[in-house]
């Protein structure tokens, strides 16, 4: 199953039966069984009845809002099962120093791990491009594991996220370039995409913890902070490369968008147009249903099946179920 993503401006979805209509001004635009959606999100103007919004809550289906900015508005989800133990064990988890370090440690691991794999994919179809960052973040993947605190920890990661972005710049062509990362707004076409597909990836998590009994916003390596799905944002760290920022690679160098499906929005930011919306969420939902081994089970899982196995494996650490978190890692 897959997620539906609407992004039709005064569109509105409705209920026939068990399929989902898209209609704008009485006209469907779209019609959908309910047994092939996973997930519905709504972008931009776009509404939905309630016996729609009544139908998805029974078949468990979760609804996200996404702003036409890329930013998670909200979630509207079925009653996620409540795994007493796992979340008592997971709040104690976070008060505890020594288990959020070496959570911690894992997940940057993870993450640096796999820029790095991305980054030398990138590297090895442009030989011209300077090689001088992966010595950085192979420093960087090396100090990880032996992070004193969280403070420095959080240092090696922003210094190996600086190297690694500083490859995935030099990748994209001139008309599409990426000088810095800026977030709200976001402040180029580039940043507007990584926006889009970081709130995206923030949405499958959030329901990949729900459905592991977890509570999305109670974090380990990141604060908690009110609103923000701290634990959610601890999972994406090692699915940030290969999931959106790839798609992103994808999509640019292959000319399926270029500057011209982008309009300028509130704040200087800068908003995806219809078209590159519509070829984001299309790349992005492939992305998400290609397999690939899962090194700690042993076999072909989907992307999106890789994020409950992970969450899963997460709850089984903090349980003590296994002595350490195993990220999720690309060759």
Same mark, same amino acid.
């Given at each position: 199953?897959? &997620?539906?993503?609407?992004t !039709?401006? $005064?569109?509105?979805?409705e209920?026939?039966?068990q399929?989902i209509?898209?209609t704008?001004?009485d006209?469907?635009?779209r019609?959908?069984p309910?047994?092939r959606?996973? !997930?519905? #999100?709504l972008v931009g103007?776009?509404g939905a009845t309630?016996?729609a919004?009544?139908?998805?809550?029974e078949a468990?289906?979760?609804? =996200?809002?996404?702003?036409? /900015?890329?930013?998670?508005?909200?979630?509207?989800?079925p009653?996620?099962p409540?795994?007493?133990?796992?979340r008592? /064990?997971q709040?104690?988890?976070?008060?505890?120093? *020594?288990?959020?370090?070496?959570? $911690?440690r894992?997940?940057?691991e $993870?993450k640096?791990?796999?820029?790095r794999?991305?980054a030398?994919?990138?590297? @090895?179809g442009r030989?011209?491009? %300077?090689?001088?960052?992966? %010595?950085?973040?192979?420093?960087n993947?090396e100090?990880?594991?032996?992070?004193?605190?969280l403070?420095?920890?959080?240092g090696?990661e922003g =210094?190996?996220?600086?190297?690694?972005?500083?490859?995935l710049? /030099?990748?994209?062509p001139?008309?599409?370039?990426?000088?810095? @990362?800026?977030?709200?707004?976001?402040?180029d076409?580039?940043?507007?995409?990584? =926006?889009?597909?970081?709130?995206?990836?923030?949405? +499958?998590?959030? &329901? #990949?913890?729900?459905?592991?009994?977890?509570?999305?916003?109670?974090?380990l390596?990141h604060?908690d902070?009110h609103g923000?799905? /701290?634990? #959610?944002l601890?999972?994406m760290?090692?699915f940030?490369?290969v999931v959106? %920022?790839s798609v992103?690679?994808?999509?640019? +160098?292959k000319?399926?968008?270029g500057p011209? %499906?982008?309009r300028?929005?509130?704040? $200087?930011g800068?908003?995806?147009r219809?078209?590159?919306q519509?070829?984001?969420?299309?790349?992005?939902?492939?992305?998400?249903?290609?397999?690939?081994?899962?090194?700690?089970?042993g076999r072909?899982l =989907?992307?999106?099946q890789?994020? !409950? *196995?992970? #969450?899963?494996?997460?709850?089984?650490t903090?349980?003590?179920e296994?002595e350490?978190?195993a990220?999720?890692?690309v060759?």
């Amino acid at each position: 199953m897959a &997620t539906l993503y609407v992004t !039709e401006p $005064g569109a509105r979805i409705e209920k026939e039966y068990q399929r989902i209509l898209i209609t704008r001004q009485d006209e469907v635009l779209r019609s959908v069984p309910l047994a092939r959606i996973s !997930e519905v #999100a709504l972008v931009g103007p776009v509404g939905a009845t309630t016996p729609a919004l009544l139908m998805l809550l029974e078949a468990g289906v979760g609804l =996200s809002f996404i702003s036409r /900015a890329g930013r998670l508005r909200g979630r509207l989800a079925p009653p996620a099962p409540r795994n007493i133990p796992a979340r008592q /064990a997971q709040y104690a988890a976070a008060q505890d120093p *020594a288990v959020c370090l070496r959570v $911690g440690r894992a997940i940057v691991e $993870g993450k640096l791990r796999n820029s790095r794999t991305l980054a030398l994919r990138i590297l @090895r179809g442009r030989p011209e491009l %300077d090689p001088a960052p992966l %010595d950085r973040l192979a420093r960087n993947i090396e100090a990880a594991p032996r992070a004193p605190d969280l403070a420095a920890l959080r240092g090696l990661e922003g =210094s190996g996220a600086r190297a690694y972005f500083a490859v995935l710049a /030099a990748a994209l062509p001139p008309e599409m370039p990426l000088e810095r @990362r800026s977030r709200r707004p976001p402040r180029d076409p580039v940043n507007a995409m990584l =926006s889009l597909g970081y709130s995206l990836l923030a949405q +499958n998590l959030m &329901t #990949a913890i729900e459905l592991a009994g977890m509570d999305p916003y109670e974090g380990l390596y990141h604060a908690d902070k009110h609103g923000r799905p /701290a634990l #959610a944002l601890d999972l994406m760290e090692e699915f940030r490369p290969v999931v959106v %920022d790839s798609v992103l690679l994808t999509l640019v +160098n292959k000319r399926m968008v270029g500057p011209e %499906d982008f309009r300028p929005g509130r704040r $200087g930011g800068v908003w995806l147009r219809r078209s590159a919306q519509e070829s984001f969420f299309g790349e992005y939902s492939r992305r998400l249903e290609t397999r690939i081994l899962h090194p700690f089970y042993g076999r072909r899982l =989907s992307y999106r099946q890789c994020f !409950e *196995a992970q #969450a899963r494996l997460l709850r089984k650490t903090i349980m003590g179920e296994l002595e350490d978190y195993a990220p999720f890692l690309v060759k």
